[in-house]
C-alpha cells in the first residue's frame, strides 16, 4: 500500500515555463514533507521541505506547497531550466518514526530548451 | 568531500556469496538510514542507526539482511547468501538527528547479483 503517491512518471516542460510536480499522500500522521532531486547513478540531493504547520515554503526558484484537507503537495519550479531535468522524489515522515521516510516513486522531469 | 561517503560504488556478487556495503555519515552525524531502490521503483526505508544501536528496522528483510552502525568506523549493511532480487542501488543517508531534520544521501552502491 503506498503511502505516498507520484502518479505522473513524467513530465516535460519548455525552457522558462512552469514546472509542477505533484505529490499525495493517505497518512494522515505525516507531518513533515521534503523534495529530493535525483541525477542518474548518484543519491537524492535534498531541494526543500514543508511542515505541517504551512502551507507555503519557497527557496528561489522552488516554492512547496501543501493541502492538507487534499494530503497533497506539489512543487513548483519557475522558472524551469535545463539543469532542473532530474528525478523527483517526494517524501513524507512523521515525528515518531525519527527519519524513516516514506518515498513516492518519482517523477522525470525534463526540461527542454 | 565532507558529504556522505559509501563504498563501494558498483559490487557483483555471485549468488550465495556475501555482500557488504560500508558507510559514512557526514562530519557530525550521528545517525545513519539505509534505503534500497529497486529499478523504476522510489527509495524504499532498511533501517535507522545510532551510534551502536538499532533505532527502527522495520524495513529489513527478516533473513539474511544485518546492519551495524559500531562506536569507529562506518556503518555496514551485510547481506547474506545473495540472490538475483537483492540486485539494487542501496542509498545510505545521515543526519544530526532530531525532529524535522534533512538526511543527506550518499551516491550509494549498485549491487549486481549474478
Known amino acids: 500500500d503506498q503511502q505516498v503517491k507520484q502518479n505522473s512518471p513524467s513530465l516535460s516542460v519548455q525552457e522558462g515555463r512552469i514546472s509542477i510536480l505533484n505529490c499525495d499522500y493517505t497518512?494522515?500522521?505525516?507531518?513533515?514533507f521534503l523534495w529530493y532531486k535525483k541525477y542518474p547513478a548518484e543519491g537524492p540531493t535534498f531541494l526543500i521541505s514543508?511542515?505541517?504547520?504551512?502551507d507555503k515554503n519557497e527557496d528561489g526558484r522552488f516554492t512547496v506547497f501543501l493541502n492538507k484537507s487534499a494530503k497533497h503537495l506539489s512543487l513548483h519550479i519557475v522558472p524551469s531550466q535545463p539543469g532542473d531535468s532530474a528525478v523527483y522524489f517526494c517524501a513524507a515522515t512523521h515525528g515518531g518514526s525519527q527519519g524513516n521516510l516514506i518515498f513516492g516513486k518519482g517523477t522525470k522531469l525534463s526540461v527542454k530548451p | 568531500n565532507a558529504g556522505v561517503m559509501q563504498n563501494p560504488r558498483h559490487l557483483v556478487r555471485r549468488r550465495g556469496q556475501e555482500a557488504r556495503l560500508r558507510c559514512s555519515p557526514m562530519k557530525g552525524h550521528s545517525h545513519v538510514y539505509w534505503y534500497r531502490q529497486l529499478p523504476e521503483e522510489g527509495l524504499k526505508f532498511m533501517v535507522y542507526?545510532?551510534?551502536?544501536?538499532?533505532?527502527?528496522e522495520s524495513g529489513m528483510p527478516k533473513e539474511r539482511f544485518s546492519a551495524e552502525f559500531p562506536k569507529e568506523g562506518p556503518s555496514i549493511l551485510r547481506i547474506q547468501q545473495v540472490v538475483r532480487g537483492d540486485s539494487a542501488a542501496y542509498f545510505c543517508?545521515?543526519?544530526?538527528?532530531?525532529?524535522?531534520?534533512?538526511?543527506?544521501f550518499g551516491q550509494g552502491t549498485r549491487l549486481t547479483v549474478v
Open positions: 543517508a545521515s543526519s544530526a538527528g532530531g525532529l524535522n531534520t534533512e538526511a543527506f
Open positions: 497518512n494522515s500522521m505525516f507531518d513533515y
Open positions: 514543508i511542515s505541517s504547520i504551512k
Open positions: 542507526l545510532q551510534k551502536e544501536n538499532i533505532i527502527d
